[in-house]
């Protein structure tokens, strides 16, 4: 069992476009499953309130983790559209750094192209590799200080950025997002249980 002094404080936040029309397309992927863990730890998170969120900030004690029960962690969804995420997470991250210390960890859920649907991939830095919300964080936060899920959506067949951009901001089909819930999410919940942990790096 990991000690208490092993954890960390992990600041979730996902990547999306803003409002009931996007609300299910594949680019906002990272939206939908950080409501689902969310909507997990029931009572457990409470609003934090500041004129400097530009989206959506709640903390309190993680479920990610059954032996730790006191445990903080804090989620926040940017209420601003895809190519501006920085400028609403890099205030989230300087909140979450002043809250927890040396201890927080910033944790990143987008959408990734090169993975098929039903796959998911952690990886801390890197480049954004053209994804608008990534390249918008980097440009705030230096890639190393990011630990990125790519959630797989999958790639149409053509490569034509008209025929990719009308692809991943379509709904997510029915079939799909069984598979994104049913396989993907439990495997996320692992993953960042074992990162709050400090038994993944």
Known sequence: MASPQSYRNLLICSVGNP??????????I?????????????????RVHSPAFDGDLIEGV???NTDFLTQ?????????????????????????????????????????????VGKLKMKVGGSSKGHNGLKSIATYIAPGHVTKFGIGIGR????????????????????????????????????????????KS
């Not at 409002?19 to 906002?28: D, E, I, Q």
């Not at 990272?30 to 409470?46: K, P, S």
């Not at 029915?174 to 400090?198: C, F, H, N």
Request: glycine share 4%; with cysteine; proline share 5%.
């Open 19 to 28: 409002g009931h029309k996007f609300a299910k397309s594949r680019h906002s």
């Open 30 to 46: 990272g939206h939908i499953l950080l409501d689902l863990l969310i909507a997990d730890h029931n009572r457990q998170l409470i």
């Open 62 to 64: 993680s479920c990610l």
């Open 72 to 116: 903080r962690i804090a989620m926040f969804k940017p209420s601003t559209y895809m190519n501006l995420s920085g400028t609403a997470i890099v205030n989230a991250w300087q909140w979450s750094q002043q809250r927890f210390g040396q201890s927080s960890r910033l944790v990143i859920l987008h959408d990734e192209l090169d993975l098929a």
């Open 156 to 199: 149409p067949i053509s490569r034509s950025p008209d025929i990719v951009a009308d692809y991943v901001l379509s709904n997510i089909p029915p079939s799909d997002m069984a598979i994104i819930t049913d396989r993907v999410y439990p495997q996320l919940w692992q993953m960042l249980a074992d990162l709050e942990k400090g038994t």
